[in-house]
């Protein structure tokens, strides 16, 4: 069956350094990948998506690289600022089961 | 736009009590999720609706749980009786999907966070 997995946290890091939390997947077929991201006391929300081998995808300073050779989607930010602090989940979808696979999430400090 | 709603945002029951969440899914959206996601875990797929339609509910505990979407837009999620072990957040989801199951995004609500005591 399809299966994320990622780092455990909680990862601690002082303002601007540089952020790296590992994902890797098992799964059949081709899937999407996903990084969601939950603040404190909210909902999940989509961060960033790659739906094919060697797709990038952004946003607000974050990147991920969709590798199918190692089968991860390695989640990265060059300057973390404090108001990064929240939980971030890897995930991938399968068109064949319709559905979300998460990983069991990262949680991620920010220090001044 | 409004987001997805969902209500209460909190509940608190002691054990062998009937519970109920609610959800108003995003405008338009006629895909509708129930996750379970236990503390310092992901969210793990219950049951999916297509419009007023369960096709995926393989997951839910179908002796406790049971949900309904009449009309294919807002959604309940019953348990009963509850137990000391269905303490958990229960996220509600939408998204629009089109012909072809391309992965659309899924836009989550903030939760509801169950104590059964």
């Known amino acids: 069956g399809n299966s994320v997995t990622q780092m455990e946290g909680p990862v601690t890091l002082s303002e601007e350094a540089f952020l790296t939390i590992n994902c890797t997947y098992t799964?059949?077929?081709?899937?999407?990948l996903f990084w969601y991201v939950q603040y404190p006391g909210e909902g999940l929300q989509l961060l960033l998506k790659?739906?094919?081998?060697?797709d990038k995808g952004s946003n607000k300073g974050f990147e991920a690289t969709y590798r199918k050779e190692t089968t991860s989607f390695h989640l990265e930010k060059g300057s973390v600022q404090v108001s990064d602090s929240a939980v971030y989940f890897c995930?991938?979808?399968?068109?064949?089961?319709?559905?979300?696979?998460f990983g069991t999430g990262t949680q991620l400090k920010v220090e001044l | 736009e409004a987001g997805v709603v969902q209500s209460p945002r909190y509940k608190i029951i002691e054990k062998k009590q009937p519970v109920a969440f609610w959800c108003n899914p995003i405008s338009g959206h006629n895909t509708l999720y129930w996750y379970l996601q236990n503390l310092g875990q992901g969210p793990e797929l219950l049951i999916r609706y297509e419009n007023e339609e369960a096709v995926d509910d393989s997951q839910l505990p179908k002796d406790r749980f049971s949900a309904e979407r009449l009309k294919g837009v807002d959604s309940t999620l019953k348990i009963q009786p509850a137990e000391l072990g269905d303490s958990a957040v229960y996220l509600c989801a939408s998204s629009k999907n089109n012909a072809g199951g391309a992965s659309n995004e899924q836009f989550f609500g903030p939760g509801t966070r169950l104590t059964v005591l």
């Open positions: 790659a739906t094919k081998a060697d």
């Open positions: 799964a059949t077929g081709y899937p999407s």
């Open positions: 995930a991938l979808f399968t068109g064949g089961g319709n559905k979300l696979t």
